[in-house]
């Protein structure tokens, strides 16, 4: 309601001794703090949820702004708009000041000697933290709402704003007045003195917390550090204005200034007037200082982008922001170091503050070398005190500061041009630990680029250039400084370590060595002259990186992946000066340290003894994955990639030599092994090397082009190793099993695939192709007794819950195929070159491979039907190697001897089929459809020759065996769909093994076009989408909250086997002979296979059942339907488009017709289908809308459709609209104008149409895709009255 309360009403109330919001404000608290209730609280407590938004309303609330927006409401209304005073828009809830209810919880803390209304530290906290919300969200006159509490006037008068602080800060701390007495303002202006009296009113609270609190100074510390915060905020504020840019606000001083002028002032009163003694004063003072100073570059130069709280983003004019940051960057450590010139040197709690407040600096700003050089000394004294044996709290405490500053000095001299540019142009929290390891996405960095770019002068690209080279500079300088009394303590720490799972903290020694190495060594290798002193200190750093990565500790060694990957990139990109008396020394150091670090991790993550004796356990997922990462570091950081950039020489040699060292250190115990006789040998050998096979195909295209003796030396080393290696593979094959062979076997099938580029093109070359041929035929034999001998799964599988699956599982980790199939499979397909040569290698091989498919197929069938683990492979990995067979067949031109064996194969899944057909198809079982899938998988696993002749028979030849397999097909495919029309036939294992049979069948048919569909085929496909859409329209008849045995998340889903299967065949077909221009003439078979569905196919898009959004309903086929039709019929579009079908000659045929009302009757669909939706706004009110939802792709496939159909000319737009009166009854007689013309009513629904789907029929990204108005101008005039039908589709 509106309050019309008098200033007596008014009066009467500020006799009070509280705001008039504490109350309120109090209880809330009390409520979702579990606080104890005030004893005056005498009204009804409420709930926690309604406390909670009362709370964010009350820190939200913007009485000035609400008002001034109902002010201009009421002058719009009014006809002069004079005369309206804006607190007659004042309504009861707006009285009340949100600032003076924070203030005096904040001043009673601690201060207050009445117990009725002593005030708990959480509501102080939270007190605080709305202040420095409201400082930092809006004007610090909409912030400061002080004339709310007793409204006269808006905007008040600056007599009633020092009236309002003088009056109530008797009320809330005696020492208010005092430091009040002494204020004149500076400026007439409302903010100015708002923010003035601000400054003096939380400087005072400040120091009066500090000076009340007495052991309990650690818990009470976020309060003062966010009562500074808000006091940085108001100081920013005041200091520069939108009116006064680009100078600084008129009698102002600079930020850090005003904040140690008005403390020191405080502080002369304070100890005036309270005669405290002078040394315990002065403590609270320097107290209050270093909180102060330790809070300003989180507060002003940290930005955020965390929405809300104590850090919420601070809503500032970006000029302003930018001066204020400048200042603060540019001068604010330098006055903070003034201050302290005077002071004595600090010790103790003195001492840890002292450091801390160093830290918040340093994550922010650049540190003046002179504060280094005298904080270093401070720094030195604390890790000397923390490295003996048994410090005191005091020195732990202090040590920890100290490493932490440390830190913060490495992290900010590891910093880019972009992140000292975005730290002053862009408004964003930093990760308070390590900026730099914040993730951000591809699209966020490039829009942050953009920015920077677009605000960036040459003149700050320089400056920014300089404050990193400046960082860097000073990060070695203290490095160099604090070395021996560091060094110890990382040494310390890393002795306290034994286990693998043990854990440290990235603020201790570990993180500050990495954060050290991230800042020095690059900026060390870029120096233009490398002294002897430089180069001691990069060994130094890179000894101790080192000896990270040799911890046993895991989570020590990811520490030292990003330093490696810093110091690769820059040596790639920039390189390093090679042309003075100490370059060839830094290469060998950097050779060195990226050698060492690489084998180390390498050596740390090899598989524990026994890791393999029980092979049904689960894999360690955080071993798997640290050597996933270490395999990443070795190919990184020995390889020749720079990230899209130029790669230096100097750093191109630096790559190789550790790529040549690497190689080396990996085949010395793999020979030795081989030359000692023995069978197994290093694992962790063969993992590291295997990771190196991209840059090794890197080094071979090299010498491809060029030649080298240099790099022909590290390729032979590689072909020995792998010539050892599977040597001493196949021999143990030949020993009794060892547990480490299944490692080892799975590494080098691993590593025999990665290789096999790099084999592909060693082998175009004379000097290797005879030693390629050689280790061709070690490698296929490892791989042929890899899969007689160790089985995919030795123990079921476990990857549906587990990341990695069952250790005794001859896969990659968390991969689905048998390695050593996987390994034939690159050596035969890797490239024509590659496969001619394993074919010398063995010229039974052919054969042997025929053989080793027998045995699996006769393993499969010894584990029995649908046991997976035990023996031989998956079906799947059997397949492939049925496909490898064929491949070889083709390239040997049927002179390997496999033809006649591969025609037996067909034939036998053939004839598995076909006599199959004798079974009642009431008597199928889940066993019978079995049997039929995994012989139809079986043929569509041959080469595309072989499936085609499939279809080649007569159809009136009933008995062939190929008419047979087809029509089991036919009506297997389709089994399950019939049987919906009664669910109590089907049982669960039925619909899931024939669900597998559609998917093989679609596997099959998607491999049949060469290029169209085979007339034979024509049936099945045919068959099985109309069948299939009756079947959706039979659940849709039942009802969208209708269960199904078919239509279901475990059956025919997007998540296991999609529907539409046979339209995304099509699809794939027309696909194909648009990618090969293939003639639109020659495609009849798809065609008309489309024109015969079609009926069925859009009746089920159009059905206006509702989508299905309860649980345990039907999962909806139809959006899945709609988009591979749609994306099937586009593809047929792009093709006619591009083959100017429509003008050729076959305009006119059979052909030209059936597409033409193909493609009419599904643009008719799409314009029904926009009718259907009631464009509301949530799920919940659209859940009874007509037809299936447009919330998927199937919506970007109908807008593709549109566009392509309108490209075809006005002729087909008349048609459309020709066959949408014939569905939709249109009555135009009330038109006068527009009279009965059949063209017009026509035109008019399609625009309808395309309206309604613009204004909320289609989701946002499917607006956007709606045909411009350049696309329906070129239209035309669709009939001789419809030049308003061209306007009405302007739709943009």
Partial sequence: RICHLSIIEFERRMATPQPRLSGDLRLALSVLYSLPTASDFSIQRPNSKEAHEYLMQFQCRNIRRKLSSRLNSLKQK??????INILQSLEAGDVGSSWLACLALLASHRTSTNQQIEVNYAEALFAAQTMVHRLRRVKLCEAIDLEFESPQSVPPKHEMIMDMYMQWSTTFN????????????????????????????????????????????????????????????CCARLRYTSTSIPSEAPNTQPIVKMIINTLTMVHQVVSSSTGTNPDHANQVYSTALFISMSSIPDAILAGSGSGGGAYGRMSMDPRCYTAVTTEVRTQGLSQVWESFMDMASPSNDQLVLFLEMCESWAKYVPLPKEFVRRSVTLLEQAFAELAIDHPNPHQVAAGRAALRYWIAIMEGGSWSVEQVLASSLIQKKENSQQPNKKKQSSKAKKRQKEVIEERTSQNQYVLAQNEVHHRAEVACEVTMRTWNVFRPLLTRELSTISDVNDEVQGDGPVGGIVACANACLPYLVQQPVQTSESLQLFVSISDAVNEICSSAARSVRG?????LYMLHDVVMTVGFPTD????????????????????????????????????????????????NDVRDVLRGISGHSSGGKTSNPSGLHVAFCVLEKLIEACAQPIIEVGTE?????????????????????????????????????????????????????????????????LPLSRLYGLATASLSPAFSALGATKPFETGIVQVLEICFQASVLSVVHLPELSAPSTLRSSRFDVRGAMRSPGGEDHVGILALMRLITESPTLTGLILRSNPSMVTDLCHLYQQLKQMEKERGKGVLHG??????????????????????AGQSGATAVLEDLFKSSVLNIANMSTIQQTQWTPETMFDICENVFDLAAFSKNMVQSLYDFRPDDTESPLNRCLTLLNHAGVAGFNAMADPNTLSREFVIEWNRLRAAIFVLIRSSGMPDLPSTATDLVKTNIVTECNAVLHQCNIGPRSGSMVFNDEVISDEVVPAGLMLQTLGEVLDNAVVASVPVGSLTNAIRILYDSRVTVLQVVTTDCPCPIEKGSFCDPRPIIAETWFLALNKLLKALIAQGFFQSAE???????????????????????????????????????????????????MMDFLHLYFSLGPAMLQRVSAELLAKIPVDLTSVQHLGTDRDIAGISVIGAG??????????????????????????????????????????R
């Fill in 580 to 627: 003075n008396s100490n370059g060839s020394n830094l290469q060998n150091v950097l050779v060195d340290h990226f050698y060492k670090c690489c084998m180390n991790l390498a050596t740390q993550c090899g598989y524990p003894e026994g890791y393999f004796n029980d092979l049904r356990e689960n894999n360690d997922e955080e071993l798997e994955m640290e050597r």
């Fill in 174 to 233: 005696s020492t208010f007045p005092q430091v009040l007495n002494n204020y004149q303002p500076q400026s007439s202006e409302e903010e100015a003195i708002k923010g003035e009296l601000t400054v003096l009113s939380l400087t005072t609270i400040l120091y009066c917390q500090t000076l009340s609190c007495n052991q309990d100074f650690g818990r009470i510390r976020p309060l003062l550090s966010t009562i500074a915060s808000a006091l940085a905020c």
């Fill in 78 to 83: 009014s006809e002069s708009g004079e005369g």
């Fill in 559 to 563: 520490f030292a992946a990003e330093s």
């Fill in 677 to 741: 006789g023995k069978h197994l040998f290093p694992e962790s050998a063969l993992h590291a090397f295997s990771a190196l096979a991209r840059p090794i195909y890197a080094i071979a295209l090299h010498y491809q082009g060029s030649p080298s003796a240099e790099l022909e030396r590290p390729l032979k080393i590689a072909l020995e190793i792998m010539s050892s290696a599977g040597r001493c593979i196949i021999q143990a094959f030949g020993q009794p099993f060892h547990h480490n062979l």
């Fill in 1147 to 1197: 305009k006119d045929s059979d052909l030209s017709q059936a597409v033409q009302q193909l493609l009419v009757e599904s643009c008719v669909s799409i314009f029904i289908l926009f009718l259907y939706p009631s464009i509301s706004k949530t799920q919940n009110k659209r859940a009874n809308d007509a037809g299936m939802s447009f919330d998927g792709a199937q919506s970007l496939a």
């Fill in 1250 to 1291: 395309l309206f309604r789907a613009a204004q909320g029929g289609l989701p946002p990204w499917a607006v956007e895709c709606i045909p411009s108005e350049t696309c329906l101008y070129k239209m035309g005039r669709i009939g001789p009255h419809l030049d308003t039908g061209s306007h009405f589709l302007n739709l």
């Fill in 871 to 892: 023996k031989g492979v998956l079906p799947k990995s059997r397949r492939i190697l049925l496909g490898l067979i064929c491949h070889l067949e083709n390239s040997s």
